[in-house]
């Protein structure tokens, strides 16, 4: 055989030999080793987190139970909103229109609103409906509704066009008085009944006496 082609064979055999060992090699390649575990118990985390499998995993907190399901659930006259105990109000601000707030609940203002009575064709404000229409117009103050009306009231004598004229009349005497007292004008409206709707029927003068009025009604 020439010496060249010795040479090319042995450069093929070694070739081949480098080959099979790069093979062999790359087959036993297992890659790198396995990192070594974070942790083996929790002691090995930072505080908040758990070990896992071996890694520190962050702490999952169970939310606590809620402190009620309703009022009953709880004391001092609290409400219970969404899960927990609380005052619905300290003062009477905390509170919606027309409230008040009474041992830290919110409750419709306790007044009374009272109806006036007027002399026989009259309809000044005599000093008792004049005292009267100061206590309404503390308590209207207080409760501060959206819409008030004054209705007028007569008595049956008379023609009907006269007492419905009348009883204007006096519902207008009764807003008028309450303004000046500083109830909001923009919510007082004045309506008249005439004898239309009598408190008391009857035909002698204490069913008169008790008709001849005006009604102050919240809305």
Not at 78 to 87: E, F, P, R, S
Not at 94 to 114: H, K, P, V, Y
Request: charged letters at 30%; glycine letters at 8%; hydrophobic letters at 30%.
């Amino acid at each position: 055989m020439r010496k060249s082609n010795w040479a090319g064979a042995l450069f093929i055999l070694a070739c081949t030999a480098l080959l099979m060992v790069s093979v062999m090699v790359g087959c036993g390649d297992d890659g790198p080793p396995p990192p070594l575990p974070e942790c083996d118990d929790d002691l090995d985390c930072p505080e908040g987190k758990n070990c896992e499998g071996g890694r520190c995993i962050m702490r999952v907190q169970a939310a606590p139970p809620p402190e009620c399901t309703s009022a009953a659930d709880c004391s001092d006259n609290k409400i219970c909103v969404n899960g927990d105990c609380k005052y619905e109000c300290r003062v009477d601000s905390d509170c919606g229109a027309g409230e008040e707030c009474a041992n830290n609940r919110c409750a419709a203002i306790a007044c009374d609103i009272q109806r006036v009575n007027f002399d026989f064709n009259e309809y000044y404000l005599t000093s008792e409906a004049q005292s009267q229409l100061r206590a309404n117009a503390d308590c209207l103050k207080r409760r501060n509704p959206a819409r008030i009306v004054i209705e007028g009231h007569c008595d049956e004598r008379g023609s009907i066009e006269y007492n419905l004229s009348l009883g204007q009349k006096r519902a207008q005497s009764v807003k008028d008085f309450l303004v000046d007292l500083g109830v909001d004008t923009t919510k007082l409206n004045v309506l008249s009944y005439g004898e239309e709707r009598p408190l008391e029927y009857g035909h002698n003068e204490e069913a008169w006496t008790k008709n001849r009025r005006a009604e102050t009604v919240v809305e």
